[in-house]
């Protein structure tokens, strides 16, 4: 595997891309930070986006396909882990693409009551009758050498991809397993049922430690190596907000989310 900027890798006859690093916090004043993971992943047969964020997210995914070299148009696939807004908003900026959510998420997701919940109920409306939908069950091949596992917990129908590189495996987790510490602890900050979620990320542990070299994507954070049972992170946090609090327009401060060490 050849780590080139933290962010590309060359797996064999895949490239991986992370086009935005998920961010391991919340907001304690103004509701979730939704600083979701966006990766995307090439092989010669498909160029396909693992998630693509919400409204916050839209301008800085334009722009970093466009670095890449690579329009909305030629998507060919967006596999989305879940049904919230800070992951499954922009599957409309691809207008070619098959877009794919587990069968158990899109049944849970249209039963949610409008305004009650993190599901973008319009979006997911819309998607429901989109022509290119496909709905994925559990240890389904989806592409070549991308398989999916349902991981319930942070919601019903949560799906883990795995990608099969031929030399090792790389796990998008999604938010059934959002960061390091849930990935440590086996245990979520946000869901339904507390042993489901333990079920679910044992799940993703085999799946990721099941051959030397694999690489973890989770849904809020870094990704991450596992070198003699000791999690590794690839690459730093960056989060920071531009803050107007002075009279002056021309003038702000930059407040840093992330720690000095």
């Known amino acids: 595997m050849k780590n080139e900027d933290k962010r590309s890798f060359s797996m064999g006859a895949y490239q991986l891309d992370i086009i935005v690093h998920g961010y391991p916090g919340k907001s304690v004043c103004h509701g979730p930070l939704g600083f979701s993971t966006i990766a995307l992943v090439r092989h010669e047969n498909y160029t396909a986006l693992i998630d693509v964020g919400g409204f916050g997210q839209r301008l800085i995914l334009n722009q970093r396909l466009k670095e890449l070299g690579i329009s909305p148009e030629e998507v060919t696939d967006v596999l989305l882990t879940h049904s919230h807004f800070d992951h499954a908003i922009n599957w409309v900026n691809f207008p070619n693409a098959n877009i794919y959510l587990s069968q158990t998420e899109m049944t849970w997701a249209l039963q949610q009551p409008a305004g009650k919940t993190y599901v973008p109920e319009l979006y997911i409306s819309a998607l429901q009758n ?10 389904q091949q989806v592409l070549p050498g991308i398989k999916s596992l349902i991981c319930p917990g942070h919601t019903p129908g949560s799906t883990v991809y795995v990608l099969d590189t031929g030399d090792c495996d790389v796990v998008f987790t999604g938010d059934a397993c959002k960061n390091r510490a849930e990935l440590v602890s086996r245990a979520a900050d946000m869901t339904y049922d507390k042993t489901v979620t333990e079920e679910s990320i044992n799940k993703i542990w085999n799946a990721w ?18 070198e003699r049972d000791s999690i590794q992170y690839i690459g730093t946090h960056q989060a920071s907000i531009k803050a107007w609090l002075d009279d002056q327009l021309n003038k702000t401060t930059i407040i840093s989310l992330t720690p000095s060490h």
């Open 209 to 226: 430690s099941r051959r030397v070299g694999g690489l973890l994507i989770p849904g809020h954070d870094l990704p991450m190596t596992l």
């Open 130 to 139: 989109h022509a290119n939908l496909v709905l994925i069950e559990h240890d």
